[in-house]
Each structure stands twice: as C-alpha cells, then as structure tokens.
C-alpha cells in the first residue's frame, strides 16, 4: 500500500508562482513512476507531468518550459511557474505501481487575478 498526500495548492494571480509538494508513505519501494494530474472544471483529467524512479521526465506539451517535476525518496515536487488561468484545476499525485495505481486526494490551484 501507497499513501499518498499532497500540499501547497492555492490563490495566485497569473505570472506567478506555486510549488507542489507530494509526500509518499508505504510502500514507496514499489513505486516505478511518480506523476502529476490534475482536472479543471468541466474537462477530463489529464497528465500534468511525471518521473521515472530514473529520473526521466516527461510533460505535457501546455507547461513545458514552465513546470519542473522533481523527485527525492519519498517526496515529489511540481514548481509552477509562469502561472496561466488555465492551470486552474485540482492537482493530484499519483504514483504507478506494478500491482495498482495509487492516488492522493488533490490540491486545488487557482490563477486568478
């Protein structure tokens, strides 16, 4: 079992800034790849970012050049920069295993001004 907990959503207003944080607990050994979700209002959720126990990444073509998804052990980052209203939605952590996918409970980001 994975649990998985995610903090540092909020209000900002567009241009800025927010980092992620998703702190993993379990059995983190069995996790092959760690990813952000997230699901704006009224659309489907989609693939934010992830990372490979390697440390591969991969983004979606919309926050490349202003996300960075990092990993150390047991905790994974997103930084958002560069900040959009259209990055408004809830982020969740998510994390591949080879028996299950495990998700957290979300985070709400809102780019407003």
């Known amino acids: 079992q994975v649990q998985l907990v995610e903090s540092g959503g909020g209000l900002v207003q567009p241009g800025g800034s927010l980092r992620l944080s998703c702190a993993a607990s379990g059995s983190i050994f069995s996790i092959n790849v760690m990813g952000w979700y997230r699901r704006a209002p009224g659309k489907q959720r989609e693939l934010v970012a992830a990372i490979t126990s390697g440390g591969e990444t991969n983004y979606a073509d919309s926050v490349k050049g202003r996300f960075a998804i990092s990993r150390d052990n047991a905790m994974m980052y997103l930084q958002m920069n560069s900040l959009e209203p259209e990055d408004t939605a809830v982020y969740y952590c998510?994390?591949?295993?080879?028996?299950?996918?495990?998700w957290g409970r979300g985070t709400q980001v809102t780019v407003s001004s």
């Open positions: 998510n994390a591949f295993t080879p028996s299950r996918n495990y």
